[in-house]
T-cell receptor, first 112, second 114 residues
């Protein structure tokens, strides 16, 4: 079993839809959780950072962490064609983030 | 302000050859990390350097090595290239310390081994 599992999709939604992206993990030592967005031919870009369990909101994006279920989610409201990208979850056990453990990434396509 | 710059952007090498990839972090960032991203997979941690010292190493063979220079730029070296080394190599920089500063990734070097 991989440390971090993420459904690669692809996921296709119409513009304006609410998108839900998810990851599960097996290592209970993970405390720091991140979501990155990666456009084609670009490096990953940090979207959200969360420590431990709980919710965090930033504009149209909401990140949720449920450590008891070892499950994290990213919600995108009012999705736009510019949101079309690969979304990667990442986790770390230490605050220095010596090694980020990434999921495989979910490819999202938002059609206008 | 310039982001993380990596060079070259693309290169093609033959099996058995050696390759050097370069990374310049954001000005003021003292930590550099290297990741390998195989097509269709998430990035996999190779090395992290902070203040010119190796802070962490991922599960990669000794053919992979890296170093950080006094100006905080970094090189990743791969010896005896295998076909399986074909991937996007990403460099990320951070101020160092807390994760909530975030890592800023470069656009990567696309390595193809033939």
């Amino acid at each position: 079993q991989k440390e971090v599992e993420q459904d690669p999709g692809p996921l296709s939604v119409p513009e304006g839809a609410i998108v839900s992206l998810n990851c599960t993990y097996s290592n209970s030592a993970f405390q720091y959780f991140m979501w990155y967005r990666q456009y084609s031919r670009k490096g990953p870009e940090l979207l959200m950072y969360t420590y431990s369990s709980g919710n965090k909101e930033d504009g149209r994006f909401t990140a949720q962490v449920d450590k008891s279920s070892k499950y994290i989610s990213l919600f995108i409201r009012d999705s736009q064609p510019s949101d079309s990208a690969t979304y990667l979850c990442a986790m770390s056990a230490d605050q220095a983030g010596t090694a980020l453990i990434f999921g495989k990434g979910t490819t999202l396509s938002v059609s206008s | 302000d310039a982001g993380v710059t990596q060079s070259p952007t693309h290169l093609i090498k033959t099996r058995g050859q050696h390759v050097t990839l370069r990374c310049s972090p954001i000005s003021g960032h003292k930590s550099v990390s290297w990741y390998q991203q195989v097509l269709g997979q998430g990035p996999q941690f190779i090395f992290q350097y902070y203040e010119k010292e190796e802070r962490g190493r991922g599960n990669f063979p000794d053919r992979f090595s890296a170093r950080q220079f006094p100006n905080y730029s970094s090189e990743l070296n791969v010896n005896a290239l295998l076909l399986g080394d074909s991937a996007l190599y990403l460099c990320a920089s951070s101020p160092g310390g807390a994760l909530n500063y975030g890592y800023t990734f470069g656009s990567g070097t696309r390595l193809t081994v033939v």
